[in-house]
């Protein structure tokens, strides 16, 4: 783990941001299964496969082939030809322009005696925690889950009010609150029951939860525009912090990469204050985490809270850190003739928001160190789209995104140097 957080500082300082050209994987792991001639999307490069002998689709070309675990042998790598449209499908809303995240509350009447009974099952079903639970108790506790979940499903007009209730009504930090969220969510995907999942997550007890998919549901609800900066004070706070990625070769995320995954999907200014905040806390055991983390945002109010962060207790790599980001050493320099044009960075930012990586991967094999040709070719009003794909990319909470994250931020702060003084 420490080796990741160092890769992560070496590209927020930007003493070697070619690292991230450095680690592209080239053994698949596809998302989607192939169809008689559908493109699928391997979830760790982003790169366009499909099993050979299958008709290569209208607008792709072949651009070389690769091993798909998916294809039981060879797959070929697909390119878009010059000019073919692209067809983004958003991806959970991600960042999407206008995503509803409103706040309202659905129009929901109870009647007297209508929850009575579905107060006494939720009692029932979640009176135990995870943590303290064999293998076989917890076997029956997902079976009687699963009745629930049936049965707010199969009478969603009666029971949805209730459990929306009882959550607001649940003070325990007990199980129900992360899985009674996540069934309201699964059955009215509102803004009003994301942002109560927001908050029954926080009060949680993170002992015997899932971390890997408390910290996901988090990222996502950030990147759809919630306030999460919570969730992510409560992490940095939790001293079992860790867990690793089983579907990206046991990958381990601690503290460090969790608040990452958590502040970074979520808009800058709503996270600064918090990361201010920790980054200050003398005594905090994660305050150079939040103080590394508020200076990737490279925004205006981030770059003054790092001014005037109070340094008492901080090591002497943190010092000069910040005194080196304060300065503005190392900011990527502008290729002076840029291998990748505006158009083609916008298009890759694009389908990162839309949940398409493959021009993003495209740009990448056609261009290793084209940070320094986005920096010569971005202007100042694409910046909001490279922080949304930004925050969309980090969202996906594995190794990879990290690496992206480091380019991204670097960019970022060359482009956003002048303007944060």
């Known amino acids: ?60 070309t072949i651009s070389g082939e690769m091993f798909a675990d998916s294809c039981n042998g060879s797959a070929w790598i697909l390119k878009r030809k010059p000019g073919a449209a692209v067809a983004f499908a958003p991806l959970d809303n991600r960042a999407a322009p206008g995503a509803s995240t409103s706040l309202a509350e659905p129009n929901e009447a109870i009647v007297p ?123 940095l706070s939790y001293p079992k912090a860790k867990y690793n990625l089983a579907a990206h070769g046991g990958f381990p995320v601690d503290s460090f990469l969790g608040a990452v995954f958590i502040f970074g999907s979520m808009d800058e200014d709503l996270a600064t204050p918090v990361l201010a905040r920790i980054a200050n806390q003398v ?17 205006p109010a981030s770059f003054r809270a790092l001014k005037e962060i109070n340094l008492t207790g901080f090591s002497a790599e943190a010092r000069k850190a910040i005194a080196e980001i304060v300065a503005g050493s190392d900011l990527l320099k502008p290729r002076a003739q840029p291998r990748l044009t505006r158009e083609e960075n916008l298009r890759a930012l694009e389908g990162i928001v839309a949940g398409d990586y493959g021009p993003f ?14 920096v010569a070719t971005l202007r100042p009003e694409d910046i909001p789209l490279l922080r949304r794909a930004r925050r969309a990319s980090i969202s996906r909470c594995n190794q990879h995104a990290v690496s992206d994250y480091g380019s991204f931020t670097a960019i970022l702060r060359a482009l956003t140097w002048k303007q944060n003084q």
């Open 283 to 299: 005594g905090h055991p994660h305050r150079e985490d939040a103080m590394l983390i508020l200076a990737s945002q490279a925004t």
């Open 113 to 235: 005696g209508q929850c009575d009974s579905f107060q006494q099952t939720i009692k029932n079903t979640y009176n135990f925690k995870p943590g303290l639970m064999s293998g076989a108790e917890k076997d029956a506790a997902s079976a009687r889950l699963d009745v629930l979940w049936s049965q707010v499903r199969q009478s969603q007009a009666t029971l949805v009010p209730c459990l929306r209730q009882a959550l607001k009504q649940d003070s325990s930090p007990w199980f129900f609150g992360i899985d009674g969220s996540m069934l309201l969510v699964n059955v009215d995907p509102s803004g009003a029951s994301k942002a109560l999942q927001v908050r029954k997550f926080v009060e949680a007890d993170l002992d015997g939860t899932d971390l890997e998919y408390w910290v996901k549901t988090m990222a996502l609800r950030g990147v759809e525009g919630f306030d999460t900066s919570a969730a992510g004070a409560k992490w």
């Open 361 to 374: 991967r495209e740009m990448v094999m056609k261009s290793p160190d084209g940070e320094v040709d986005a």
């Open 1 to 60: 783990m420490k080796i990741a957080k160092a890769s992560l500082l070496i590209l927020l300082w930007l003493t070697a941001v070619i690292v991230v050209a450095q680690t592209r994987h080239t053994t698949s792991n596809v998302t989607s299964s192939q169809s008689t001639n559908a493109v699928a999307v391997d979830s760790q490069t982003g790169i366009n496969l499909i099993c050979k002998g299958l008709p290569v689709p209208e607008g792709f």
